[in-house]
């Protein structure tokens, strides 16, 4: 007679997601804003728009962690991941002024670890509450034969809303206009392919101190920086005409995003320290400098683009709500079809 079959016998641990969700729910609930109606393990999430809004607009961002996640597998570091994931989206969102409303994830492995699922999904819950967004669900797929042996995937989904009136496009920038710099936290999210290529081949000692009491290693996995609440603090007080999140494509390849035809961001290369990890990365990888410039942030994970009258202040005003902030150079009209960032 042959042998009954269960879900677990083929790879599926029912139980185990089970009880993950009962890990998370607790996490999850720190997120919580007034908008979200009922809580985690529904087939769907109910939110709804605040009333202060007379015309709002929602706006929607989805990433993931790219090949970072090999390092975090590689070292057995899970807690910061999700940190990541949420900043890919809610920063992104953010640069249009949407306020991030909720988030939701996507956790893909072969075989479910609970343990480390949890300390992942704790990160995302940690990412959702620096930038004030609820986890509201999400999706563990356990999907035996899909991934190699302790490993994962990760995608997320974010929505924010804005007052229609306020919606940043960057129409309004003008020849003139200043651009100020975040300091990011290290590579952020962008770039690792190149960065694991480096250290495998400079083999480098990840643990000696590298910077600050920090070692290589925790320079490398540093989660993604969330520039949430100090932007959105500083909407309220300054004309913030355009912003560009610096992700995949660095410095020259984002900020021509939120540029009009007719502008050029001219950034001088002295106006901000770079920091020593891309110091070391440049050098251990002998990586051309305009290369840095269109591959890592490079130190700056969010330019800021203002009215030249307002820059002082909105960078003092920054500061206080604790970003490292740069002047980092100024718009002027674009000579021909020369590309949109110059750094020099």
Same mark, same amino acid.
């Given at each position: ?64 962690? +790219?090949?970072? %996640?090999?390092? &975090? ?7 910061? =991941?999700?940190?990541? !994931?949420? $900043? ?124 600050? +009491?920090?070692? %290589?290693?925790? &320079? ?7 520039? =949430?609440?100090?932007? !959105?603090? $500083? ?110």
């Amino acid at each position: 007679m042959t042998q009954s079959l269960s879900y677990r016998d083929a790879g599926v641990d029912i139980d185990a997601g089970d009880q993950l969700v009962e890990n998370i729910k607790p996490f999850a609930k720190r997120t919580l804003r007034p908008e979200v109606l009922g809580g985690l393990g529904g087939f769907g999430a109910l939110v709804e728009i605040s009333k202060k809004y007379q015309n709002p607009v929602l706006v929607s961002g989805t990433d993931g962690v +790219g090949t970072k %996640l090999k390092l &975090a597998f590689e070292w057995d570091i899970h807690h910061t =991941v999700g940190i990541d !994931l949420v $900043a890919m989206s809610v920063n992104d969102i953010l640069v249009q002024g949407a306020e991030p409303l909720f988030f939701l994830d996507y956790f893909a492995c072969g075989k479910l670890d609970v343990a480390r699922a949890t300390d992942v999904i704790k990160g995302i819950a940690a990412g959702c509450e620096q930038s004030g967004c609820a986890l509201i669900g999400g999706e563990t797929a356990e999907m035996p034969g899909m991934y190699p042996e302790g490993e994962y995937d990760l995608a997320g989904f974010a929505v924010g809303v804005v007052e229609k009136s306020k919606v940043i496009n960057g129409r309004s920038i003008r020849p003139g206009d200043v651009v100020l710099g975040l300091a990011s936290n290290g590579a952020h999210s962008n770039g690792y392919s190149l960065i694991r290529k480096i250290i495998e081949r400079s083999n480098p000692d990840l643990d000696a101190e590298f910077d600050g +009491g920090k070692t %290589l290693r925790q &320079a490398v996995i540093a989660p993604t920086r969330l520039y =949430v609440k100090p932007i !959105l603090a $500083a909407l309220e007080k300054f004309e913030i005409k355009g912003m560009a999140h610096i992700t995949g494509g660095g410095l020259t390849e984002n900020i021509p995003r939120v540029l009009p035809e007719n502008c050029v961001a001219q950034i001088d290369a002295h106006s901000w320290p770079l920091p020593k990890l891309f110091q070391w990365l440049q050098q251990a990888g002998n990586v051309g400098q305009q290369e840095m410039y269109r591959t890592f942030n490079c130190g700056i994970g969010m330019a800021v683009i203002v009215p030249a009258e307002q820059a002082d202040a909105a960078q003092a005003f920054l500061a206080e709500q604790g970003e490292t902030v740069y002047l980092l150079g100024i718009i002027r009209e674009r000579a021909g079809s020369e590309h949109q960032t110059q750094v020099a």
